[in-house]
């Protein structure tokens, strides 16, 4: 603060014309992340498939899907800037289709919020034709511009990516469980980031918005839509699933803000689930130790069996009498040879040894 008077006035008290006083200065600012899936739940049937990787029109890939964000400035203090980070489940871990990309993502307000998706390629690569079923809710024109990054990018390219693909899909799957159990968006601290994660290497599809002033209560809304890609639910077997997308808001940029100001990210997921009708083609696999345990089964009840028929005296019965002869030839000694008998009144005995008491009649 300076002062001054049209009076002469002394060279050496000037100094005393000039105080410098320190106010105070206190910036409070809050981002509010939410999300919605429409629809909530899809329901497929797994004894239609759909014509996969031979579709012309999209329709034939399977359901529609729209995961819609709205970012919003809670105040008091205005916004020049924040980031939208959205991460689109485009395969599954493997590579299969899950969640194709039919356009650029769907911004409110050109004015306010520009996306561009990383992954280009991306965004309908079976060159399939669109057909217009999906009214966008948020706005009438698709964005697809390439930005230009700020000094604050180019620090965060410094970062430390994660080092691969298993890595990042871990850290997915724990932050959407943190989501979950929280059942809102949360405050994020993790090292899941717009400079961080490479979806080239995770099987995901990276959407960056970059969002300019936001007075107190404003807000903004990006939607991504897609289709369910049936084939692979059917092929995968993944039944009564819940497929998510998630985003990461953060604010960039305050009026007046210290060089160190970093209020926390927020973090939230949209979710999808995905229920099948009908029954289940083909047998499911059964487990190794159903076999083995219908196999004791079976012995048991064998041994069992032969226990009882011991007991019942089954392997004690009598067998047929055996009956001897003495056979006299030329008159000479005797010699005693043994024959056995099917039966006492219809055996059987050579000529020189028949017996009719013996033997019954002949034949």
Same mark, same amino acid.
């Given at each position: 603060m300076h002062a001054n008077s049209t009076n002469s006035e002394d060279s050496k008290t000037l100094r005393n014309n000039e105080v410098e006083l320190s106010i105070p200065l206190e910036i409070k600012t809050q981002l509010s992340l939410t999300g919605r899936s429409t629809p909530e739940q899809v329901d497929y049937s797994v004894k239609n498939r759909s014509a996969g990787e031979a579709s012309i029109f999209d329709s034939e890939i399977g359901p529609l899907v729209s995961h819609m964000y709205q970012v919003t400035n809670r105040g008091p203090s205005a916004l020049n800037g924040a980031t939208l980070d959205i991460f689109w489940p485009s395969f599954t871990d493997n590579g299969a289709n899950l969640l194709y990309l039919i356009d650029n993502p769907y911004v409110s307000d050109t004015r306010k919020v520009k996306c561009r998706v990383k992954q280009n390629k991306n965004i309908n690569p079976g060159s399939l034709t669109i057909a217009n079923e999906h009214v966008p809710a948020v706005s009438s024109q698709s964005l697809f511009k390439r930005l230009r990054r700020s000094a604050e990018d180019e620090l965060d390219r410094q970062a430390k990516p994660l080092s691969g693909g298993d890595q990042t899909r871990n850290e997915f799957k724990n932050a959407v469980k943190q989501v979950k159990a929280a059942g809102k968006a949360i405050e994020y601290t993790g090292s899941l +980031?717009?400079?961080? #994660?490479?979806? =080239?290497?995770?099987?995901?599809?990276?959407?960056?918005?970059?969002?300019?002033?936001?007075?107190?209560?404003?807000? #903004?809304?990006?939607?991504?839509?897609?289709?369910?890609? #049936?084939?692979?639910? @059917?092929?995968?077997?993944?039944? !009564?699933? =819940?497929?998510?997308?998630?985003? @990461?808001?953060? #604010?960039?940029?305050?009026?007046?803000? *210290?060089? !160190?100001?970093? *209020?926390? +990210?927020?973090?939230?997921?949209?979710?999808?689930?995905?229920?099948?009708?009908?029954?289940?083609?083909?047998?499911?696999?059964? *487990?190794?130790?159903?076999?083995?345990?219908?196999?004791? @089964?079976?012995?048991?009840?064998?041994?069992?069996?032969?226990?009882?028929?011991?007991?019942?005296?089954?392997f004690k019965r009598n067998r047929p009498p055996a009956e001897s002869a003495r056979l006299n030839k030329g008159g000479g000694e005797a010699v005693t040879e043994h024959f056995a008998y099917s039966g006492v009144n219809t055996g059987y005995a050579p000529p020189s040894v028949y017996s009719p008491d013996r033997h019954g009649a002949r034949l």
């Open positions: +980031s717009r400079a961080t #994660v490479n979806c =080239d290497n995770a099987d995901c599809t990276h959407i960056e918005c970059e969002i300019k002033e936001l007075k107190e209560d404003e807000y #903004v809304l990006v939607e991504v839509i897609g289709r369910l890609w #049936v084939n692979t639910l @059917i092929d995968k077997a993944y039944f !009564d699933a =819940d497929i998510s997308s998630l985003a @990461i808001a953060k #604010v960039s940029s305050v009026p007046f803000a *210290p060089k !160190d100001f970093d *209020p926390p +990210s927020q973090m939230a997921i949209v979710t999808t689930n995905v229920n099948p009708t009908g029954d289940i083609e083909g047998p499911r696999s059964v *487990p190794w130790w159903l076999w083995l345990l219908a196999i004791l @089964i079976g012995i048991a009840i064998l041994l069992l069996l032969i226990l009882c028929l011991w007991k019942c005296g089954f």
